[in-house]
């Protein structure tokens, strides 16, 4: 079986092409290296043993994508991830992000109609439900109005499925993620934000290392036993082997529906100073943080639902939020050694 991964050398990506691999997939990778490097290829390799193919391509560049369909071999399926996902950088630069979030998405659909490609997997994100009004949040949970270009591309995207799948017999599975971390237990690949990072496992690692002076911790005055903010955080790898979960239910016909929608979270909710003090426990390292003022935008607290995703899916996050902070930060320290 064959599957094509748009954005298969990012974060999420390239801990995805792994799991495929590891269960036997072949697996071609589309990305042009916009917030990825080649060099993440070698990696999946030195890990797996073989090389997944790969392709420097724009998705957004609809001649470029058709011209990349054409020259394929027969693909099972395909796992969209390629996106741009900055929430802040998107309100500064909409139309760059419903431009490449939604041409790329458009091309994708468009090689599937016209190869006959029939199993599509989408990178959602529980940025859809902004601030639900019940917790935890189900798949059922309305979609509330966007907070962010980014998120309204989610949201847009989700609806582009909906109605292509029906009309050209596509099976889609879209994959809401709650807040992913860590890294594959290797430290071989991981999260490489560019510049200063937005989200906050990076940030507290980059501050153990030295590279940043101080994480802000952004607000205590929330409504949460400590007054900081809550999300469900679940292990990157978890999440990807999620990812081949989805595409086997699709290829073997077990698909309850053609369009489909699941948490991927752990169901648990963690506060930011939780998140620190396990930080601290796993690396024995002292953070040096201090409390400043809520970030504009920010929700007060998720977490997920997962029973549907774990009775539908079989799957289940195992890790333990401590766990995710010790591959976080033995993934900053393999960067700094390699520094
Ligand atoms: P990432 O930036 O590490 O990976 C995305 C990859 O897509 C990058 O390698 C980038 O180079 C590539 N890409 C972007 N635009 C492209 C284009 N036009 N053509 C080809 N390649 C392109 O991000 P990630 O964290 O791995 O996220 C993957 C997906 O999951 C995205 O769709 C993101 O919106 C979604 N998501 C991420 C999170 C998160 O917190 N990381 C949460 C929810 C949803
Ligand atoms: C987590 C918590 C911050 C940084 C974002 C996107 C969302 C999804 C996941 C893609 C919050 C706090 C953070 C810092 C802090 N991505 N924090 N100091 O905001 O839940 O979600 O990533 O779909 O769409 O919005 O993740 O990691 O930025 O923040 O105190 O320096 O950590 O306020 O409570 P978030 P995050």
């Given at each position: 079986?064959?599957?094509?991964?748009?954005?298969?050398?990012?974060?999420?990506?390239?801990?995805?092409?792994?799991?495929?691999?590891?269960?036997?997939?072949?697996?071609?990778?589309?990305?042009?290296?916009?917030?990825?490097?080649?060099?993440?290829?070698?990696?999946?390799?030195?890990?797996?043993?073989?090389?997944?193919?790969?392709?420097?391509?724009?998705?957004?560049?609809?001649?470029?994508?058709?011209?990349?369909?054409?020259?394929?071999?027969?693909?099972?399926?395909?796992?969209?991830?390629?996106?741009?996902?900055?929430?802040?950088?998107?309100?500064?630069?909409?139309?760059?992000?419903?431009?490449?979030?939604?041409?790329?998405?458009?091309?994708?659909?468009?090689?599937?109609?016209?190869?006959?490609?029939?199993?599509?997997?989408?990178?959602?994100?529980?940025?859809?439900?902004?601030?639900?009004?019940?917790?935890?949040?189900?798949?059922?949970?309305?979609?509330?109005?966007?907070?962010?270009?980014?998120?309204?591309?989610?949201?847009?995207?989700?609806?582009?499925?909906?109605?292509?799948?029906?009309?050209?017999?596509?099976?889609?599975?879209?994959?809401?993620?709650?807040?992913?971390?860590?890294?594959?237990?290797?430290?071989?690949?991981?999260?490489?934000?560019?510049?200063?990072?937005?989200?906050?496992?990076?940030?507290?690692?980059?501050?153990?290392?030295?590279?940043?002076?101080?994480?802000?911790?952004?607000?205590?005055?929330?409504?949460?036993?400590?007054?900081?903010?809550?999300?469900?955080?679940?292990?990157?790898?978890?999440?990807?082997?999620?990812?081949?979960v989805a595409?086997d239910r699709m290829?073997?016909?077990a698909s309850?529906?053609?369009?489909?929608?699941?948490?991927?979270?752990?169901?648990?909710?963690?506060?930011?100073?939780?998140?620190?003090?396990?930080?601290?426990?796993?690396?024995?390292?002292?953070?040096?943080?201090?409390?400043?003022?809520?970030?504009?935008?920010?929700?007060?607290?998720?977490?997920?639902?997962?029973?549907?995703?774990?009775?539908?899916?079989?799957?289940?996050?195992?890790?333990?939020?401590?766990?995710?902070?010790?591959?976080?930060?033995?993934?900053?320290?393999?960067?700094?050694?390699?520094?």
């Amino acid at each position: 079986m064959r599957i094509l991964v748009t954005g298969g050398t990012g974060y999420i990506g390239s801990h995805t092409v792994v799991e495929l691999m590891e269960q036997g997939y072949e697996v071609v990778i589309a990305d042009n290296l916009s917030n990825s490097h080649a060099e993440v290829v070698d990696r999946i390799a030195e890990i797996c043993g073989r090389r997944p193919e790969f392709c420097k391509i724009d998705l957004a560049a609809r001649d470029e994508t058709r011209d990349f369909f054409a020259a394929q071999q027969k693909l099972d399926g395909i796992i969209h991830f390629a996106a741009f996902k900055a929430v802040g950088e998107s309100m500064l630069e909409p139309l760059r992000y419903y431009r490449n979030n939604l041409d790329s998405l458009l091309n994708v659909l468009e090689g599937m109609k016209e190869h006959h490609i029939p199993n599509l997997v989408f990178s959602s994100s529980c940025t859809v439900y902004g601030q639900p009004d019940e917790l935890p949040v189900r798949e059922t949970s309305p979609v509330k109005e966007a907070w962010s270009p980014y998120g309204n591309t989610k949201q847009m995207s989700e609806q582009i499925l909906r109605f292509t799948v029906e009309a050209h017999g596509l099976k889609t599975i879209a994959l809401r993620y709650f807040n992913p971390i860590g890294a594959h237990a290797s430290a071989l690949i991981g999260e490489l934000p560019l510049g200063v990072p937005n989200n906050l496992v990076p940030f507290i690692t980059q501050t153990a290392i030295g590279l940043r002076p101080v994480l802000n911790v952004f607000g205590n005055d929330y409504d949460t036993p400590d007054g900081t903010a809550i999300r469900d955080y679940i292990h990157v790898v978890d999440l990807a082997k999620a990812h081949v979960v989805a595409v086997d239910r699709m290829i073997s016909g077990a698909s309850a529906s053609p369009f489909e929608i699941f948490n991927l979270g752990t169901g648990n909710g963690f506060s930011v100073l939780e998140v620190i003090h396990s930080f601290e426990k796993v690396s024995g390292e002292k953070l040096n943080y201090r409390i400043v003022d809520r970030r504009p935008g920010d929700v007060e607290k998720v977490w997920a639902d997962t029973s549907y995703a774990n009775r539908e899916l079989g799957w289940k996050a195992g890790k333990s939020l401590d766990e995710m902070m010790l591959s976080a930060w033995n993934w900053e320290k393999a960067l700094a050694n390699k520094k």
